[in-house]
């Protein structure tokens, strides 16, 4: 093809598609959607806050991933705060990867366990990048009576793990 030939747009899926769901992302497939809640965050060297929270996660029936979007606002004035997007990958032994690239340019290559059962997702740090002050994170996702919660420690070059983040969210 010359530079003038537009490239092949791929195929969408039709709408009956939407809902498959990959065999190997079935069991969190709970999360698969748009949530919206609030949340409470502080830590030792900071102060304590409150913030509105989104969190977005899609798929595609033909890949065992899926694709993670997160963004926090004020609730006072709604101004943006926070953002960040990656990919879950679950594997069939109960154990999942998740890559996470921040707004800020932090970067957390995560590994975990989740139990499709009790709907409980665990994660820890392998690798915090290009964090000067950051050196580990857990995140524990839950859901539980309808509602997806989760809480995050942290740990800095000063601070143990220590909770850092708590939020709660609904299904939109």
């Known amino acids: 093809m ?3 030939t537009p490239s092949p747009v ?5 709408a009956a598609d939407a809902a498959v769901v990959h065999p190997g992302v079935a069991p969190i497939s709970y999360l698969l959607g748009t949530w ?6 502080g830590f030792p060297t900071i102060n ?14 033909s890949k065992p ?3 993670y979007t997160q963004k926090t606002w004020k609730l006072s004035s709604g101004e943006p705060m926070h ?3 990656g990919y879950w990958r679950p ?10 690239a921040q707004s800020t340019a932090l970067v957390e290559v995560l590994k975990g366990t989740y139990n499709a059962e009790e709907k409980v997702i665990k994660l820890q740090s392998e690798l915090v990048g290009n964090a000067s002050k950051v050196k580990e994170t857990t995140r524990v996702f839950q859901f539980n009576g309808g509602e997806l919660s989760y809480v995050v420690q942290m740990a800095t070059n ?11 969210f609904k299904k939109l």
């Open 36 to 41: 919206r809640g609030q949340g409470e965050g």
């Open 83 to 85: 953002a960040e997007s």
């Open 158 to 168: 000063s601070t143990s793990l220590t909770p850092h983040l708590r939020a709660s």
């Open 2 to 4: 010359d530079n003038l």
């Open 91 to 100: 594997k069939p032994d109960g154990t999942i990867e998740v890559v996470i």
């Open 65 to 67: 991933v899926i694709a």
């Open 48 to 61: 304590s806050f409150s913030y509105g929270e989104e969190l977005h996660f899609s798929h595609h029936s």
């Open 10 to 14: 791929p195929p969408q899926p039709a």
